[in-house]
């Protein structure tokens, strides 16, 4: 299934893996690059140092093309700019801001830009910047959230912009890839079907919640804040959303959520923890390699778009 996006990475499949804060490290980057698409180690707020050794370690995993996402708002950014460059990274996907700053020194390395986008407006203005192709991530989406949904978002993109649209929000099986397809998306970027792959690091605890989920167990925290984000019900947004209703200050509420990714990624703590997670949670139903996920995903949508190994322009 050739695309403008697997010509422009190098990859097999068009299937981008999505930079999880703490989930998306080396061990499930490599293992989706091995598997023919795109893993990406998710920068976060790492220090510098420790997104190097990260890109380093996959390099000992995977001759195939990877990337880097860079979170714009992390402190650490410009730092975390240049390892991608002396690294050599293939790509780099952004979040949280705009990569213009940087965007000069990465397209003289070489380097392919994608970043992530919630609006029409911030696609062309991406573009403008110099962008080589953009995610078009919907509200579905786990984590960090827009107000748009996929269905109605990626098809505007498509229209707005001549580079390549990726999808992303709400996509976790073969029907999902067919579907984004049609909306003119050249690939998908998936993150929480990868959340319970073999290779991901993610505590069983995570995973047991994300496969046992239901369609209704989906919540969005932050939105009095301007910051929402979805994860899985659980104690701890009880609290938030309470909170929340009760006006508390972003300082309170900041405090309750304080290392909660972590908590819950490492040390599998589900009442506590943030577990995000998209609205696809409910069809995600067992723990998959990288490899059988994306086959299956592939064969599956390859079968109903009725193109087998003809490209797809």
């Known amino acids: 299934m050739k695309t403008e996006i697997t010509e422009l990475l190098g990859i097999r499949y068009p299937i981008l ?12 980057a490599a293992a989706v690059s091995n598997a023919g698409g795109f893993g990406i180690i998710g920068a976060a707020s790492a220090p510098p140092e420790v997104v190097r050794e990260q890109i380093r370690k ?3 995993l995977t001759d195939k093309p990877f990337g880097v996402n860079v979170m714009l708002m992390n402190p650490n950014a410009p730092e975390v ?6 690294e050599g990274v293939k790509a780099v996907t952004t979040g949280a801001g705009n990569p213009a700053a940087f965007m000069n020194m990465w397209k003289d390395a070489g380097i392919k830009v994608i970043p992530v986008v919630a609006s029409v407006a911030m696609a062309r203005m991406m573009e403008k910047a110099g962008a080589d192709a953009v995610v078009a991530e919907g509200t579905e989406s786990g984590g960090h959230i827009g107000s748009a949904t996929t269905m109605t978002l990626v098809p ?7 580079i390549p649209v990726i999808a992303a929000g709400g996509i976790g099986d073969g029907r999902g890839i067919a579907a984004a397809v049609m909306l003119g998306a050249k690939a998908v970027q998936m993150g929480t079907r990868f959340i319970v792959a073999k290779e991901s690091i993610v505590h069983e605890n995570y995973k047991e919640r994300v496969i046992k989920a239901k369609d209704i167990d989906s919540e969005v925290t932050g939105r009095s804040t301007g910051h929402p984000i979805r ?3 659980n104690k701890m947004t009880r609290e938030y959303l309470k909170m929340e209703e009760n ?24 009442v506590n923890g943030s577990l995000m997670a998209g609205q696809i949670a409910g069809m995600v139903k067992k723990e998959q390699t990288c490899k059988e996920m994306i086959e299956e995903m592939m064969w599956e949508a390859e079968e109903l778009l009725g193109i087998g190994s003809v490209g797809l322009r």
């Open 247 to 270: 006006g508390v200050s972003l300082e309170e509420l900041e405090l309750l959520t304080l290392g909660s990714l972590r908590k819950a990624v490492m040390e599998g703590d589900v």
């Open 231 to 233: 994860v899985l019900r």
């Open 58 to 60: 996959v390099k000992e």
């Open 156 to 162: 505007q993109v498509v229209d707005a912009v001549k």
């Open 81 to 86: 700019a240049k390892v991608v460059v002396e």
């Open 17 to 28: 893996q999505g930079g999880m804060a703490w989930v998306a490290e080396y061990h499930l």
